[in-house]
């Protein structure tokens, strides 16, 4: 499953992957995504939500 999930991950627009990855592999908080991206803070949230349902959907796919 994990090697699935780094397969999904890499799979990912750029836009998503880099934004789940500072949050959960770099354990940086939003304030910092945003000012490393210039990103609008709701938009580092809204991209970190989406890619985790991404990462959900694709994850149930496997387990059925």
């Known amino acids: 499953k994990i ?7 890499r799979e990912m627009p750029e ?3 880099t934004v789940l990855i500072d949050r ?4 940086l908080k939003y304030e910092e ?5 210039k990103l ?8 970190i939500f989406k890619a985790k349902i991404i990462l959900k959907e694709k994850l149930e796919k496997v387990e059925l």
């Open 3 to 9: 090697q699935y999930l780094q397969k999904v991950i």
């Open 33 to 37: 995504i945003s000012d490393k991206y």
């Open 40 to 47: 609008p803070l709701q938009t580092v949230k809204n991209r």
């Open 24 to 27: 959960y592999y770099n354990n």
């Open 15 to 17: 836009k998503f992957k």
